[in-house]
């Protein structure tokens, strides 16, 4: 103990001394890949347009859900280009013009975007403005998305292509070669919502029909021309509609009325409105609940959907409609292809057990099939949920089909021939949580034997090693060294490795899937759709847990997680737990549980076979236990007084403190159910203070020791607490975007609230700032990021909070002798004397994310990773987040590692975690500890993936990993020589001095 | 001599023996020669060699003296040294502070060896030897308060509380904004 103890600083110093030799981590150019990986995805697809011209490659253009347009190549499903729009810049639409341009329209409608399709290059960009009354519709994104129509038209206006956009309440005709819009018009009639925008092949027309109040049916004929208004038609039906438009032929739309049980064949004809009403139970005989219009736009067939049944129904003639099929399982349907000058195609898929049914039909002809086919789908995938068909010719002038579809698991796949050609994991654009969990252990027999395929391989790949070492090797062989580096099978080995940088990051996605990556090189472990039950048809994932990780007991388990989700998407609907077992993917058990689940808070006591005991709150304050078992009971009873809760009401600006009083009151005698009362609450003055920020420490964070030595050897005791909570509020008014506010009128406070008493410890006031903050909380720190509306620049502050009471324990031999109780349990409910240190310094970028690094034992020094608006994660020492910077530090300051006070925080462009690589669309960084002290694995997630390992104060635990191994052989090597050879020679001279 | 034994083995049948043992018969163990009786010498000769051994004494006693002091020389030496490598770790300072430390505890483990040719019933060793104990201890204190001059002797507070883990607190609280 002694000897460590005296050694520490001695180490330190050794380690400032290395790190202040080279301050900044980076890598060679022949590292990149080898530790880290990086993945891109584009999300869920919304829309995709197929672009098989003859000349070029073919490719097929998508809009996704996460805001992304991209050109994938159709042979392999691989990115030729992507872009992600900004978050309030939604893509509404997308289309390919003249066989060579994208065009997009986003935000709402209002920008009108052209891309060059082979290389994604933006070619213009016009905003649609529209009229002033509509400005009420801008506020309702969902409502404009609905009236929003891009057509492409095949129009000659003097020799030039239009595009015809409805947005803003403003029919826009815009020219396809420059943006420039060529006529517009506007719609005077009240409360307007267009529904379609239709031109009819072949005539210079336009129709714009829609809704008028809820009864009115309105057609407007313009002349696609210039714009100029034909005819303007209105019918009132007075039983309502909804607000959904089928449309069968260029003249004939479909609605429903309002109690969805009257299908409604509307023709305009002529300019001429009429209606024929069709009650559903005329022709489908068990319908049961209203119905709802599926959007397609097949010539001469429409779908409804009642309850979990798609009816396709077919208008004949003149508003006489007839049932051609019925289908119970779960069905996509395309919009139609036209494949000849008179012959539309479409398709069907449906989901039947493992296999899915695709089926391509002539619109015109039901009967007949031009594809049928059944390809056996993985179940995981779930259900299709979007297809999109497209044609090639065969060489017997036949047609075939590919069909692109969307899965329920937000996959993408290319179906052709019966076989799936290409499939993209596109789910994990959208990850919501992520844990990790340790891979198998390492046994006889689940081993190693696959890793060299053969003797001459293996001869041949060390041949090249030392070729390399010696510097002989020529660049083709350096690339094929560099290739066998990046491709050895020892990082992707399922197996734990002594230092623990393989394990598995368990991620749950938007879809309510899990996947298991490997953190070797993020391959697919295995993957698992959250199962839907009886009890619960839609479950929503929300949040994952660590439920069990063996180390010291019950080795022979299998580590699990937990899942929490709720089952629909109001706050108060039951919730769903299910457990995952994290080595095989495979669902232990799964529980629908008859409240709601509105906290999950894991508590710190494991019960014998190491599940996590963990208390759920519901919608009434209720405490849920969990595991329910007597044994976790008998645990949680021995500290039911010491367990306390909080929650934030961030739309009253109130934080309030429970304690667990008895057991449920009510229905049925509950054993794991706990009443609560409130203990405490914090109300933030609504006028002047709305809560923007909230965060704790992270609950498996390790910490090293609770002093912190200083260069005059004096300590300072770290008030540590894992009840503490950083909450920062924002004036209501500055809680707008940056600059929609004077300095004066906004400010930013932040607090550490103890959450256990309620007590306040420190708060502080910074005038003229103003959110979005992001903090990060650690030890006994605190950082956190907002902008300074003064210095019109970021600021990053950091609060360091250490405990007075503790500070006059300085007798040395009381220390020696043990006699002292400074790791003794605390209660928090004995005074704290706590003083805080802060600072503030400028920083360049805005932050998306931060996170700060966390070891096994937390020794070695911290790093901040700040997700920057460049999609970037940049590593920052937590030394120039010290408080106790100064301008002129003394030289003893200067040891201690206390670098001069500067106005802004440095940005080391070698200190890019991610080097060259963009995660676009950054949400969220994790960090990992490995088992080796001086390493942390860190995995940032967005649109795209990225993982490596960091060494905040280098690797000075292990050797790195351009150590020369062929310099310390050949040293040995040339020992032995040199002892063997002296051996010898003396050996010799001895024998001539004997005969002499 | 070690050689010619080697060479002639086991099978030894006679030796002769050239060396000169005249100066020191005691150590023989075969018989004098007849006629010859030791005691006799010794008796004769007692005057000269007590004159002899006084002065051997007085010569031992001072030469002990002056062995004593020697470790004087190399404390100051030392003290110089120290003073030359600073107050900052690095190798250069580490390896005199340890040499300061480890030549005195030498000394003091090899003192009975120091004095061994000055042994005699004669001459009071006693004096030389607490002295030179003293100056040793002296040269171990200067080489101890070196190394807490460069601060690494664990007499701060910071030495001993630099491992402490964080207490444990009793309650837990967790929580936060509702899922």
Same mark, same amino acid.
Not at chain 1, 475 to 492: F, G, H, N, T, Y
Not at chain 1, 645 to 657: M, P
């Given at each position: 103990?002694a000897i460590?103890?005296? &050694?520490?600083?001695?180490l330190?110093?050794v380690?400032?001394?290395?790190?202040s030799?080279?301050?900044?981590?980076?890598?060679?150019?022949?590292?990149?890949g080898?530790?880290d990986?990086?993945?891109?995805?584009?999300?869920?697809?919304?829309?995709a347009?197929?672009?098989?011209?003859k000349t070029?490659?073919?490719?097929v253009?998508?809009?996704?859900?996460?805001?992304?347009i991209?050109s994938?190549?159709?042979?392999?499903?691989e990115?030729f280009?992507?872009?992600?729009l900004?978050?309030?810049?939604?893509?509404?639409?997308?289309d390919?013009g003249?066989?060579?341009?994208?065009?997009?329209?986003s935000?709402?409608?209002s920008?009108l975007?052209?891309?060059?399709?082979?290389?994604g290059?933006?070619v213009?960009?016009?905003?649609?403005?529209?009229p002033?009354?509509?400005?009420?519709?801008?506020l309702?994104?969902?409502?404009?998305?609905?009236?929003?129509?891009v057509?492409q038209?095949n129009l000659?206006?003097e020799k030039?292509?239009?595009?015809v956009?409805?947005?803003?309440?403003?029919?826009?005709?815009v020219?396809?070669?420059d943006?420039? #819009?060529?006529?517009?018009?506007?719609?005077?009639?009240?409360?307007f919502?267009?529904?379609? #925008?239709?031109q009819?092949?072949?005539?210079?027309?336009?129709?714009?029909?829609?809704?008028a109040?809820?009864?009115?049916?309105e057609m407007?004929?313009?002349?696609?021309?210039?714009?100029?208004?034909?005819k303007?038609e209105?019918?009132?039906?007075?039983s309502?509609?909804?607000?959904e438009?089928?449309?069968?032929?260029?003249?004939?739309?479909?609605?429903?009325?309002s109690t969805?049980?009257?299908?409604?064949?509307?023709?305009?004809?002529?300019g001429?409105?009429?209606?024929?009403?069709?009650?559903?139970?005329?022709?489908?005989?068990?319908?049961?609940?209203?119905?709802?219009?599926?959007p397609?736009?097949?010539?001469?067939?429409?779908?409804?959907?009642?309850?979990?049944?798609?009816?396709?129904?077919?208008?004949?003639?003149k508003?006489?409609?007839?049932?051609?099929?019925?289908?119970?399982?779960?069905t996509?349907?395309?919009?139609?292809l036209?494949i000849?000058?008179?012959q539309?195609?479409?398709?069907?898929?449906q989901?039947?057990?493992?296999?899915?049914?695709?089926?391509?039909?002539?619109?015109?002809?039901?009967?007949?099939?031009?594809?049928?086919?059944s390809?056996?789908?993985?179940q995981?995938?779930g259900?299709?949920?979007?297809?999109?068909?497209?044609?090639?010719?065969?060489?017997d002038?036949?047609?075939g089909?590919?069909?692109?579809?969307?899965?329920e698991?937000?996959?993408l796949?290319?179906?052709?021939?019966?076989?799936i050609?290409?499939?993209?994991?596109?789910?994990?654009?959208?990850i919501?949580?992520?844990?990790?969990?340790?891979?198998?252990?390492?046994r006889?027999g689940?081993?190693?034997?696959?890793?060299e395929h053969?003797l &001459?391989?293996?001869?041949?790949?060390?041949m090249?090693?030392?070729?390399?070492?010696?510097m002989?090797a020529?660049?083709e062989?350096?690339a094929?060294?560099?290739?066998?580096?990046?491709?050895?099978?020892?990082k992707s080995k399922?197996?734990?490795?002594?230092?623990g940088?393989?394990k598995?990051?368990i991620?749950?996605?938007?879809a309510?899937?899990?996947?298991a990556l490997? /953190?070797?090189d993020?391959?697919?472990?295995?993957s698992?759709?959250? !199962?839907?039950?009886?009890?619960?048809?839609?479950p929503?994932?929300?949040?994952?847990?660590?439920?069990?990780?063996?180390? !010291?007991?019950?080795?022979d388990?299998n580590?699990s997680?937990l899942?929490?989700?709720?089952?629909?998407p109001?706050?108060?609907?039951?919730?769903v737990?299910?457990?995952v077992?994290t080595?095989?993917?495979?669902e232990l058990?799964s529980?629908?549980l008859d409240h709601?689940?509105?906290?999950?808070i894991?508590?710190?006591h494991t019960?014998?076979t190491?599940q996590?005991l963990?208390l759920?709150?519901?919608?009434?304050?209720?405490?849920?236990?969990?595991?329910?078992t007597s044994?976790a009971?008998?645990?949680f009873?021995?500290?039911f007084?010491n367990i306390?809760?909080?929650?934030v009401?961030?739309?009253?600006?109130?934080?309030?403190?429970?304690?667990?009083k008895?057991?449920?009151t009510?229905?049925?005698a509950d054993?794991?159910?706990?009443?609560?009362?409130?203990l405490?609450?914090?109300?933030?003055p609504?006028?002047?203070e709305?809560i923007t920020?909230?965060?704790?420490?992270?609950?498996n964070?390790?910490?090293?020791?609770?002093?912190?030595?200083m260069?005059d050897?004096?300590?300072m005791?770290?008030?540590?607490?894992r009840?503490?909570l &950083?909450?920062?509020?924002v004036?209501?008014?500055?809680?707008?975007?940056?600059g929609?506010?004077?300095p004066e009128?906004?400010?930013? #406070?932040?607090?550490?609230?103890?959450i256990?008493?309620?007590?306040?410890?420190?708060?502080?006031?910074?005038?003229g700032?103003?959110g979005?903050?992001?903090?990060v909380?650690?030890?006994?720190?605190?950082?956190?990021?907002?902008?300074?509306?003064?210095?019109?620049?970021?600021e990053?502050?950091?609060i360091e909070?250490?405990?007075?009471?503790?500070?006059?324990?300085?007798?040395?031999?009381?220390?020696v002798?043990?006699?002292?109780?400074?790791?003794?349990?605390?209660?928090?409910?004995?005074?704290p004397?706590?003083?805080t240190?802060?600072?503030?310094y400028?920083?360049? !970028?805005?932050?998306k994310a931060?996170?700060v690094?966390? /070891?096994?034992?937390?020794i070695?020094?911290?790093?901040?990773?700040?997700?920057?608006?460049?999609?970037?994660?940049?590593?920052?020492?937590?030394?120039?987040?010290?408080?106790?910077r100064?301008?002129?530090?003394?030289?003893?300051e200067?040891?201690e590692g206390?670098?001069?006070l500067t106005?802004?925080l440095?940005i080391?462009?070698?200190?890019?975690?991610?080097?060259?690589?963009?995660?676009e669309?950054l949400?969220g960084?994790? /960090?990992?500890?490995a088992?080796?002290e001086s390493?942390t694995?860190?995995?940032?997630?967005g649109?795209?993936l &990225?993982?490596?390992?960091?060494a905040p104060s280098?690797?000075?635990d292990?050797?790195?990993?351009?150590?020369?191994?062929?310099l310390?052989?050949i040293?040995i090597?040339?020992l032995?020589?040199?002892?063997?050879?002296t051996?010898?020679?003396?050996?010799r001279?001895?024998?001539?001095?004997?005969?002499r | 001599?070690?050689?010619g034994k080697?060479?002639?083995g086991?099978?030894?049948?006679w030796?002769?023996?050239?060396s000169d043992n005249s100066?020191a018969?005691s150590?023989?163990?075969?018989?004098d020669?007849?006629?010859?009786?030791?005691?006799?010498?010794?008796?004769?000769?007692? /005057?000269?060699?007590?004159?002899k051994?006084?002065?051997?004494?007085?010569?031992?006693a001072?030469k002990?003296?002056e062995?004593?002091?020697?470790p004087?020389?190399n404390?100051l030496m030392?003290g110089?040294?120290?003073?030359?490598?600073?107050?900052?770790?690095?190798?250069?300072?580490?390896?005199?502070?340890f040499?300061?430390l480890w030549?005195?505890?030498?000394?003091l483990?090899g003192?009975?060896?120091v004095?061994e040719?000055?042994?005699?019933?004669?001459?009071?060793?006693?004096?030389?030897?607490l002295?030179?104990?003293?100056?040793?201890l002296?040269?171990?204190?200067?080489?101890?308060?070196?190394?807490?001059?460069?601060g690494l002797?664990?007499?701060?507070a910071?030495?001993?509380?630099?491992?402490l883990?964080?207490?444990q607190?009793v309650?837990?609280?967790?929580?936060g904004?509702?899922?």
């Amino acid at each position: 103990m002694a000897i460590r103890s005296f &050694f520490v600083p001695f180490l330190l110093l050794v380690l400032w001394f290395y790190s202040s030799l080279s301050p900044v981590l980076s890598l060679y150019e022949d590292q990149v890949g080898l530790m880290d990986w990086h993945q891109q995805y584009i999300g869920k697809v919304k829309q995709a347009v197929f672009s098989t011209q003859k000349t070029g490659r073919r490719r097929v253009i998508v809009s996704t859900e996460e805001n992304v347009i991209a050109s994938l190549d159709l042979r392999h499903g691989e990115i030729f280009w992507r872009h992600l729009l900004g978050s309030n810049d939604v893509i509404d639409g997308i289309d390919i013009g003249l066989g060579k341009y994208v065009i997009t329209l986003s935000s709402g409608g209002s920008i009108l975007r052209s891309w060059n399709l082979p290389d994604g290059q933006m070619v213009w960009e016009s905003f649609l403005q529209g009229p002033k009354h509509s400005k009420s519709l801008l506020l309702l994104p969902k409502h404009e998305i609905d009236c929003i129509n891009v057509v492409q038209t095949n129009l000659k206006i003097e020799k030039d292509n239009v595009i015809v956009v409805f947005s803003n309440d403003r029919l826009h005709a815009v020219s396809c070669i420059d943006g420039e #819009v060529l006529w517009k018009k506007d719609f005077e009639t009240e409360s307007f919502e267009t529904q379609q #925008v239709i031109q009819p092949p072949g005539s210079d027309l336009i129709y714009v029909v829609g809704f008028a109040a809820s009864s009115q049916f309105e057609m407007y004929q313009i002349n696609a021309r210039n714009g100029e208004l034909l005819k303007h038609e209105s019918a009132i039906f007075s039983s309502g509609f909804l607000r959904e438009l089928s449309l069968v032929s260029s003249e004939t739309v479909v609605a429903l009325d309002s109690t969805g049980s009257i299908l409604l064949t509307i023709s305009f004809q002529n300019g001429e409105i009429s209606f024929q009403q069709t009650p559903i139970s005329n022709i489908v005989e068990d319908s049961s609940g209203p119905a709802v219009i599926i959007p397609s736009s097949v010539p001469g067939i429409f779908a409804i959907k009642i309850n979990s049944v798609t009816i396709f129904i077919r208008v004949i003639g003149k508003g006489k409609l007839e049932v051609v099929e019925k289908l119970n399982q779960e069905t996509a349907v395309s919009n139609a292809l036209p494949i000849s000058e008179s012959q539309q195609a479409f398709a069907l898929v449906q989901h039947a057990g493992s296999e899915i049914h695709l089926v391509a039909k002539l619109a015109h002809d039901w009967d007949a099939n031009l594809l049928k086919e059944s390809i056996k789908m993985d179940q995981q995938r779930g259900i299709p949920h979007k297809v999109f068909i497209n044609n090639y010719i065969r060489t017997d002038r036949s047609h075939g089909f590919r069909l692109l579809i969307v899965m329920e698991d937000h996959s993408l796949l290319l179906l052709q021939q019966g076989a799936i050609v290409w499939s993209r994991e596109d789910g994990l654009a959208s990850i919501i949580d992520v844990t990790a969990s340790e891979l198998p252990v390492e046994r006889d027999g689940v081993s190693v034997a696959k890793v060299e395929h053969n003797l &001459f391989e293996w001869l041949k790949g060390h041949m090249l090693k030392l070729k390399g070492t010696l510097m002989l090797a020529s660049p083709e062989d350096v690339a094929a060294i560099q290739s066998m580096r990046l491709k050895s099978s020892e990082k992707s080995k399922m197996a734990r490795d002594h230092n623990g940088f393989r394990k598995l990051l368990i991620v749950l996605t938007r879809a309510g899937k899990l996947f298991a990556l490997h /953190t070797g090189d993020g391959h697919i472990v295995w993957s698992h759709l959250l !199962h839907k039950s009886e009890a619960c048809q839609s479950p929503v994932g929300l949040n994952l847990y660590q439920w069990q990780v063996p180390h !010291h007991h019950a080795l022979d388990e299998n580590p699990s997680v937990l899942v929490i989700s709720r089952c629909g998407p109001s706050s108060d609907a039951p919730g769903v737990l299910s457990f995952v077992d994290t080595y095989t993917g495979k669902e232990l058990n799964s529980l629908s549980l008859d409240h709601a689940v509105v906290q999950v808070i894991p508590l710190p006591h494991t019960d014998s076979t190491e599940q996590r005991l963990h208390l759920l709150i519901d919608s009434d304050k209720h405490a849920h236990l969990y595991p329910k078992t007597s044994e976790a009971l008998g645990i949680f009873k021995r500290e039911f007084s010491n367990i306390y809760w909080y929650s934030v009401e961030d739309h009253n600006s109130i934080i309030k403190g429970h304690a667990l009083k008895c057991k449920c009151t009510g229905e049925v005698a509950d054993e794991f159910c706990f009443d609560a009362r409130d203990l405490w609450s914090v109300v933030f003055p609504s006028e002047s203070e709305k809560i923007t920020a909230t965060v704790t420490r992270k609950l498996n964070e390790m910490v090293h020791t609770q002093a912190k030595v200083m260069a005059d050897q004096d300590v300072m005791y770290k008030y540590i607490s894992r009840n503490l909570l &950083f909450v920062a509020t924002v004036a209501p008014k500055g809680s707008g975007e940056i600059g929609s506010v004077t300095p004066e009128e906004s400010w930013l #406070v932040a607090y550490l609230i103890d959450i256990v008493t309620g007590r306040i410890l420190y708060r502080v006031t910074h005038h003229g700032a103003q959110g979005p903050v992001h903090a990060v909380f650690s030890e006994n720190w605190v950082v956190y990021h907002f902008f300074n509306l003064r210095a019109h620049r970021y600021e990053m502050s950091v609060i360091e909070i250490y405990d007075q009471s503790r500070a006059d324990n300085k007798d040395v031999w009381k220390l020696v002798l043990g006699k002292h109780n400074l790791t003794s349990r605390i209660s928090l409910f004995s005074r704290p004397e706590v003083i805080t240190k802060s600072q503030s310094y400028f920083f360049t !970028h805005s932050v998306k994310a931060i996170a700060v690094t966390s /070891t096994a034992k937390g020794i070695t020094s911290k790093q901040l990773l700040i997700g920057t608006i460049g999609d970037q994660v940049l590593a920052l020492d937590k030394r120039f987040l010290d408080p106790r910077r100064s301008v002129n530090p003394t030289q003893a300051e200067k040891e201690e590692g206390i670098i001069p006070l500067t106005d802004s925080l440095p940005i080391i462009p070698q200190s890019y975690v991610t080097h060259a690589l963009r995660v676009e669309g950054l949400r969220g960084i994790i /960090t990992v500890p490995a088992k080796l002290e001086s390493t942390t694995l860190v995995f940032a997630h967005g649109v795209d993936l &990225f993982f490596t390992q960091l060494a905040p104060s280098r690797t000075y635990d292990s050797l790195t990993e351009d150590f020369s191994y062929a310099l310390l052989l050949i040293t040995i090597v040339a020992l032995v020589a040199a002892i063997f050879v002296t051996w010898r020679l003396s050996e010799r001279k001895e024998l001539q001095d004997k005969w002499r | 001599m070690e050689k010619g034994k080697g060479v002639m083995g086991s099978g030894q049948r006679w030796a002769v023996d050239f060396s000169d043992n005249s100066t020191a018969p005691s150590s023989r163990d075969i018989l004098d020669p007849l006629g010859f009786t030791r005691a006799s010498v010794d008796q004769d000769d007692s /005057t000269v060699s007590r004159q002899k051994k006084d002065a051997e004494s007085n010569w031992k006693a001072q030469k002990a003296w002056e062995v004593a002091q020697a470790p004087f020389k190399n404390l100051l030496m030392m003290g110089f040294m120290m003073w030359m490598a600073g107050n900052t770790v690095h190798l250069f300072s580490i390896g005199i502070t340890f040499s300061a430390l480890w030549q005195p505890i030498s000394a003091l483990q090899g003192v009975g060896k120091v004095f061994e040719p000055y042994k005699d019933s004669k001459v009071e060793l006693l004096g030389p030897k607490l002295l030179f104990i003293a100056l040793n201890l002296g040269g171990l204190a200067l080489g101890v308060w070196k190394l807490n001059t460069l601060g690494l002797l664990p007499t701060h507070a910071s030495d001993w509380v630099s491992s402490l883990p964080p207490a444990q607190e009793v309650e837990y609280s967790g929580g936060g904004i509702p899922i």
